[in-house]
Structure formats: C-alpha cells, structure tokens
C-alpha cells in the first residue's frame, strides 16, 4: 500500500534539493481540498526549487473531482507561479482531464504514466482515442513512465509497444519525457529492465530525440517554465 503523500514530505524533498546539485528541481504535493490551499501553494511556490504539484487523482474518490469549481482559482494560482501541474490519473479522467485542459489553456500539464492503461486486459480502444485528443492540445506532454506496473506481471516489451508507439505519433518526441517510476517499479521487474525496455522502445528514433525524451524535455518543461537555468552553477 503506498502511503498518501504529504507536504512534509515536499519540504524534505525542497531540501535535499537545496544541498544537492544533482536535484534539479521538484514536483510536490498539496492539499487542494484545504480551505487555505490558495495559501500553500503561494508559500511553496516561494522556493524555486519547487517546479509543478501533483494531486493523487487516481486515488481520490470522485472520479469529477478535476471538474470542481474550487479547483480553478488554484489552478489559476499555478499558472501565476508557473507551476506545472502533474496529472496522476487513470483512464476513465482522461475525458475530464481534457476539459481541465481546455479550461487552463496557459497551465502546462504532464501526463503521468501515459494515463496508466489498461495493458493487462488489453482494453485501451477509450484509452488511444482520448491520447489522441489530449495530445491536440499545446498544453499536455506525456510521461513515459509507469507502464510496466499496468502490464502483466511477465510483461515483454512487446506488451508495451503498442501504447508507446501510439504516443510517439499523437505526441512527437518534443513533447514526451522519460521516468522511472522509481521505487513503483520495482513490483515490476525494477529499474534497470524498464531503463532497457524504453531504450528499446525509442530505439527507432535519432539521438537527438532520444536525448530529448530521457532528459531535454523534462529540464525545458519543468526548469525553464520558472525561468531556471538547467544547470545551477
């Protein structure tokens, strides 16, 4: 069972980011539904450090929870501190993640674990419909990350290929950027085999895009968009 997160744990995070050049920057977490979430996203955005929020919605209740009125102004709040807004969902958000989307034009979305389809059962027609409407969007990149946990527990990289393949095409490579999903990942075979399955994956596409996906991208979405340098000496 994971462990809800919490925004001591943010703060920990911001720390050690602090101290250590290797740590670029972090997405963190804040409770949205507090009647002073306005407030805490203010006071954490004050650190630089501090690059986008996720929300775990795939672990809240009410599948509208994204569509709340309440939600917009702290979106808004966001947009103001250049934050990117990492979406943790799971397929049937998908729809309303694309009205959040087109409601926040200026807000920059990641697209966590490419919506987390259903790659046991194999039933993602829904799934490769609503990639393809979400990747319309100028304001919606992809994570490549997550994908192995969705699989059957002996998953091949044939199972996932699919899935990526579709991505590549809706999204283009500029607009994806690799992660471990690290320690998640290792219920399912662990690091270094998801590491050698994207290689593989994203073997076809040239060096430049490949660097792209497994670094460039993530530091010009997350770094840049709070007018940061990608490297901090």
């Not at 672990?59 to 509208?64: F, P, S």
């Not at 934050?83 to 958000?93: C, G, N």
């Not at 998953?155 to 996932?160: A, K, M, R, S, T």
Request: glycine share 6%.
């Amino acid at each position: 069972v994971q462990a809800a997160p919490t925004e001591a744990e943010t703060r920990f995070m911001l720390d050690i980011a602090e101290g250590a050049d290797v740590v670029r920057g972090v997405v963190g977490w804040t409770d949205f539904d507090a009647a002073d979430a306005t407030a805490r996203i203010e006071t954490m955005a004050a650190s630089p450090l501090l690059v986008g929020l996720r929300p775990m919605v795939q672990d809240i209740a009410d599948d509208d929870w994204l569509l709340r009125p309440a939600l917009a102004p702290l979106l808004s709040t966001m947009v103001r501190h250049k934050l990117v807004f990492d979406a943790l969902v799971l397929p049937r958000h998908l729809p309303r993640l694309l009205r959040v989307v087109d409601r926040h034009p200026d807000l920059q979305f990641v697209l966590d674990h490419f919506g987390k389809p259903h790659l046991k059962t194999g039933d993602i027609a829904a799934w490769l419909d609503d990639i393809s409407l979400l990747a319309e969007r100028h304001n919606v990149v992809c994570k490549i990350s997550g994908l192995v946990t969705e699989a059957a527990p002996n998953w091949q990289i044939d199972d996932l290929r699919k899935a990526v393949d579709h991505v590549i095409a809706c999204f283009t490579p500029q607009r994806m950027l690799w992660g471990s999903d690290w320690p998640v990942v290792d219920l399912a075979g662990g690091y270094v085999k998801w590491f050698a399955a994207a290689e593989a994956l994203l073997a076809e596409l040239s060096t430049d895009d490949r660097a792209a996906i497994f670094g460039g991208n993530a530091a010009r979405i997350y770094l840049s968009s709070r007018g940061r340098q990608t490297s901090r000496r």
